[in-house]
């Protein structure tokens, strides 16, 4: 069984441009979470999915961040514009909704900002 | 404050040793407890879960739950070096998929030959 998939694995860009991450969860999880961290810190959620359904997004900077996962699969997340504080991990993680407590991560997309 | 709190170490033992990782929280409404490894470069996978109060043991890894005093552990036996990664304590009101998970900063450890 494929894990969950993200792509760039590594992303640099100068301030104020803009990024998008891309997050393709195991077939079959209807639910998606992408998740922020920092070195040296535990993951901080910034919005969930179940199936095209944001329930939660009260931790996603609206004023810069968005995500969308329109057909209830793959997502993207996007940034516009960054900033040097957005230099991170971001990482994709999903989950069934049903009977399971457990979430499977990606592998993340370490992003920098010059 | 934080609501999970956890020593970020780094935490470096010889192969063989009884690891001890703990972690505290304020929120006494937390019900679910897990704990993450999270290897250099890669995602954080599940470890361990527990419900409530108790123990629970999966081969080397025994995880406790002490909710009168708001303190979680993980203990290794017989630690090995492919043991060495971050530990990450996470904890929900609400079960993982229902309720946000709350991670604490996590415990860098190195288990040496």
């Known amino acids: 069984e494929a894990g969950v998939v993200q792509s760039p694995r590594y992303k640099i860009i100068e301030k104020k441009q803009p990024v998008a991450f891309w997050c393709n969860p195991i077939?079959?999880?209807?639910?998606l979470y992408w998740y922020l961290q920092n070195l040296g810190q535990g993951p901080e959620l910034l919005i969930r999915?179940?199936?095209?359904?944001?329930?939660?997004d009260s931790q996603l900077p609206k004023d810069r961040f968005s995500a969308e996962r329109l057909k209830g699969v793959d997502s993207t997340l996007k940034i516009q514009p960054a900033e040097l504080g957005d230099s991170a991990v971001y990482l994709c993680?999903?989950?069934?909704?049903?009977?399971?407590?457990?979430?499977?991560f990606g592998p993340g997309t370490r992003l920098t900002v010059l | 404050q934080k609501e999970v709190e956890q020593d970020p170490g780094p935490l470096s033992v010889p192969e063989g040793a009884i690891v001890s990782l703990n972690c505290t929280y304020s929120n006494s409404a937390f019900q679910y407890f897990m704990w993450y490894r999270q290897y250099s470069r890669k995602g954080p996978e599940l470890l361990m879960y527990t419900y409530s109060s108790g123990n629970k043991e999966d081969g080397r890894f025994t995880a406790q739950v002490d909710k009168s005093s708001k303190y979680i552990s993980l203990f290794i036996r017989d630690s090995q070096p492919s043991d060495s990664a971050t530990y990450l304590c996470a904890m929900s009101d609400r079960g993982s998929t229902l309720g946000r998970l709350y991670f604490g900063r996590g415990t860098q450890l190195t288990v040496w030959p």
């Open positions: 993680a999903s989950s069934q909704t049903i009977g399971t407590h457990e979430q499977f």
């Open positions: 077939s079959g999880h209807n639910t």
């Open positions: 999915y179940e199936n095209e359904e944001a329930v939660d």
